[in-house]
């Protein structure tokens, strides 16, 4: 069986796993590399397995010489752009393209970050099993999904303050995007906590019919210091949002740092790579708040 006829669930571990498939490729591409410091297509495939490990500092080097000479300059200048973390320099042109995504670290104050993980620490009553699907047919599916969900005595404590600091940055961030603005707009998070065996396969925001109206995705992340996990790591896929499909072998790793936010078009195909703690505590988890930001309005430019 070739390796794009095999199920996601059997090749993503070799890709992800230290030590395994992509390790062994950098080191054949580095030996290639030494004796051809100009081989264009060796430098894409080793860029393509430093994105892959969220090594984005050395996939930009790459991505930046790729833009000077050879093929794809242009993709190559797009990609440098986007792995900073500041969006895309112009909107991708039609096909698979990597997602685009705006990064920022030191997202709150510290005080605000030691507080949510308070919340968190509340006790695991206050959690429930998350939910896939649309609101009329929403179930717990272990095979999607494992991830826990806090109850509205949770979310009520941090929802006014953390919307508003997400209402305050949207406009700039779909600025930065190159998407639309979306005129009135409605907020919608919560805060989740994964835990060893953790993760959501590979999907988009924009799945069901009932959520079509989600335009952009964000996760801020949190956690206790030492980080006491592995894993977690968020994979934002290659994707054609018009025809809905994405490249399971070419995405970006994004690296859960603590008080840092992600944000990306909801359309955008992505995942949450399985989690392991070190520790049975409940508090040693990778937690996040995220949300969407869903369209209630026509675009006042209409």
Known sequence: ?????????????????????????????????????????????????????????????????????????HKAAWLHTVLGGDGPPEAAPRGIWPAPFVWMANFLAPEQCDRLLALALQGRERF??????????????????????????????????????????????????????????????????YHTGGFYRAHRDTGAITHRSRKLSFVYFFHRQPRRFSGGDLLLYDTDADAGVYSYSDFSRIVPLRNSIVFFPSACWHQVHSVQCETDDFGDGRWVVNGHVWRSGPDPAA
Not at 41 to 49: P, R, T
Not at 158 to 186: D, H, N, T, Y
């Open 1 to 73: 069986m070739r390796d794009d006829e095999r199920p996601l669930s059997e090749v993503m571990p070799a890709l992800l796993r230290p030590g395994g498939l992509q390790e062994l490729a950098e080191a054949a591409l580095r030996r290639t590399l030494a004796a051809d410091p100009d081989d264009t297509d060796a430098q894409w495939k080793l860029a393509g397995i430093h994105r892959r490990q969220g090594n984005f500092a050395a996939a930009r080097d790459l991505y930046r010489r790729l833009g000077a000479h050879g093929p794809d300059r």
């Open 128 to 193: 429930v099993l998350a939910q896939v699907g649309a609101q009329s047919s929403e179930r717990v599916d272990p095979e999607v999904r494992l991830t826990l969900e806090a109850d509205n005595r949770t979310t009520q404590h941090f929802r006014p303050w953390f919307a508003r600091k997400i209402r305050s940055l949207v406009p700039e961030v779909l600025a930065r995007l190159r998407m639309e603005g979306i005129g009135r707009f409605q907020l919608e998070l919560g805060m989740r906590g």
